[in-house]
């Protein structure tokens, strides 16, 4: 029951990290070609209005929309040279508390974000005047789908520790 749980929340969670990765990727793009058009515009005319702030906000936003993948990936720093010298099972103990401390710490931070979009509804950027409240509300949507990226890491874990890990 367990495993078919995990399995088919596992498949749901990768596809909205995908999605994430992939509108990162975009905003990327798009933050490369910016800035190379506002230093073109810098050495001929004249620079982009707003290049700055766009950039800072965009780079923001892959930050954020990317946590989750890189979660998936197992992409974020971690040093287990002392962890690993553990029994496996252990290592299962310490992966289930360090994940569930995890997922409160992200849970409050996500919220926080939140409510933070609410308290700022109405400031704008200094020159495009751009609603910084959807920059954060998108930033917040990224911390949530790193939050559902550590509830399935925190599950696997559960598995792992009660033995049904068939790996």
Same mark, same amino acid.
């Given at each position: 029951?367990?495993? &078919?749980?995990? #399995?088919?929340?596992e498949?749901?969670?990768? =596809?909205?990290?995908?999605?994430?990765?992939?509108?990162?990727?975009?905003?990327?793009?798009?933050?490369?070609?910016?800035?190379?058009?506002?230093v073109?515009?810098r050495?001929?005319w =004249?620079?982009?209005? @707003?290049?700055?702030?766009?950039?800072?906000?965009?780079l923001?936003?892959?930050?954020?929309?990317?946590?989750?993948?890189? *979660? $998936?990936?197992?992409?974020?720093?971690s040093i287990?040279?002392?962890?690993? &010298?553990f029994?496996r +099972?252990f290592q299962?103990w310490? #992966?289930l508390?360090?994940?569930?401390v995890?997922l409160?710490?992200?849970a409050?931070?996500?919220?926080?974000?939140?409510t933070y979009?609410? *308290?700022?509804? #109405?400031?704008?950027?200094?020159?495009l005047?751009?609603?910084v #409240?959807?920059f954060i509300?998108?930033?917040?949507?990224?911390?949530?789908?790193?939050?559902?990226?550590? $509830?399935?890491?925190?599950?696997?874990? $559960? +598995?792992? $520790?009660v @033995? =049904?890990?068939?790996s």
């Amino acid at each position: 029951m367990l495993n &078919r749980t995990i #399995s088919s929340f596992e498949t749901v969670v990768l =596809q909205i990290n995908k999605f994430a990765a992939i509108i990162a990727g975009v905003i990327l793009l798009a933050m490369m070609t910016l800035t190379f058009l506002d230093v073109v515009g810098r050495f001929f005319w =004249q620079p982009i209005t @707003g290049a700055h702030e766009l950039t800072y906000m965009a780079l923001a936003l892959i930050v954020f929309l990317s946590l989750g993948f890189t *979660q $998936v990936k197992k992409g974020h720093i971690s040093i287990d040279f002392l962890v690993e &010298r553990f029994p496996r +099972r252990f290592q299962a103990w310490l #992966s289930l508390i360090t994940y569930g401390v995890m997922l409160v710490i992200l849970a409050l931070m996500t919220w926080k974000t939140f409510t933070y979009s609410v *308290q700022i509804s #109405s400031t704008v950027t200094g020159d495009l005047g751009l609603k910084v #409240s959807v920059f954060i509300i998108t930033g917040g949507i990224g911390l949530a789908i790193f939050v559902l990226t550590i $509830v399935l890491d925190f599950l696997k874990s $559960v +598995r792992e $520790v009660v @033995g =049904q890990d068939e790996s």
